[in-house]
Antibody, heavy 124, light 112 residues
Framework: EVQLVQSGAEVKKPGESLKISCKGS????????IGWVRQMPGKGLEWMGI????????RYSPSFQGQVTISADKSISTAYLQWSSLKASDTAIYYC?????????????????WGQGTMVTVSS | QSALTQPPSVSGSPGQSVTISCTGT?????????VSWYQQPPGTAPKLMIY???NRPSGVPDRFSGSKSGNTASLTISGLQAEDEADYYC????????????FGGGTKLTVL
């Protein structure tokens, strides 16, 4: 079964750092881009960025460029989303998702497989 | 970053049809056929329903259909069922400032 399994919920204080993970299984991890999507409480989906695990080529939405870092370790089929200094406004559910097409076809299409989401709460 | 524009809510009775619009610009919906639609029931992860404007992934009922005219894409759900009640989001590739993907604000579908 093709799936993405994300790390568990986190509760952090403002200013702390955090790295959450997304592990792929059931398919060749380096054949597909992996993206991250934010959903703030009661709000809509926001496309944050996407990474190709084969060579770590990464693209960011302008809204998230410089705010987060997306990375991947192809040896363990895992993508990451990290913050160096969290803010209360980072409180949200974060989803990873697999791009629908083989990596040679680009990164700008739909996400066909989604992780279960990681809830991040930032509060003093 | 400007989201694509969707109506906040739509509703319909079982068996009826509803259409959800997704309005963008000539930098996104109007120029690219990379429009997708996702369904998100409460408390769950999104699910892909339509890709490349009008294509259904395997397993998605043919009651769901997509189309595009100019800068506006649409998702039509025919033969509404109670299980269709959810939030729906469109997305599109965009080249407005740089190249990335943008989502719509979401539409809550209520089945009366």
């Amino acid at each position: 079964e093709v799936q993405l399994v994300q790390s568990g919920a986190e509760v952090k204080k403002p200013g702390e750092s955090l790295k959450i993970s997304c592990k792929g299984s059931g398919y060749s991890f380096i054949n597909y881009w992996i993206g991250w999507v934010r959903q703030m409480p009661g709000k809509g989906l926001e496309w944050m960025g996407i990474i190709y695990p084969g060579d770590s080529d990464t693209r960011y939405s302008p809204s998230f460029q410089g705010q987060v870092t997306i990375s991947a370790d192809k040896s363990i089929s895992t993508a990451y989303l990290q913050w160096s200094s969290l803010k209360a406004s980072d409180t949200a559910i974060y989803y990873c998702a697999r791009h629908r097409l083989h990596y040679t076809s680009g990164w700008f299409d739909a996400f066909d497989i989604w992780g279960q989401g990681t809830m991040v709460t930032v509060s003093s | 970053q400007s989201a694509l524009t969707q109506p906040p809510s739509v509703s319909g009775s079982p068996g009826q049809s509803v259409t959800i619009s997704c309005t963008g610009t000539s930098s996104d919906v109007g120029s690219y056929n990379r429009v997708s639609w996702y369904q998100q029931p409460p408390g769950t992860a999104p699910k892909l329903m339509i890709y490349e404007v009008s294509n259904r992934p395997s397993g998605v009922p043919d009651r769901f259909s997509g189309s595009k005219s100019g800068n506006t894409a649409s998702l039509t759900i025919s033969g509404l069922q109670a299980e269709d009640e959810a939030d729906y989001y469109c997305s599109s590739y965009t080249s407005s400032s740089t190249f990335y993907v943008v989502f719509g604000g979401g539409t809550k579908l209520t089945v009366l």
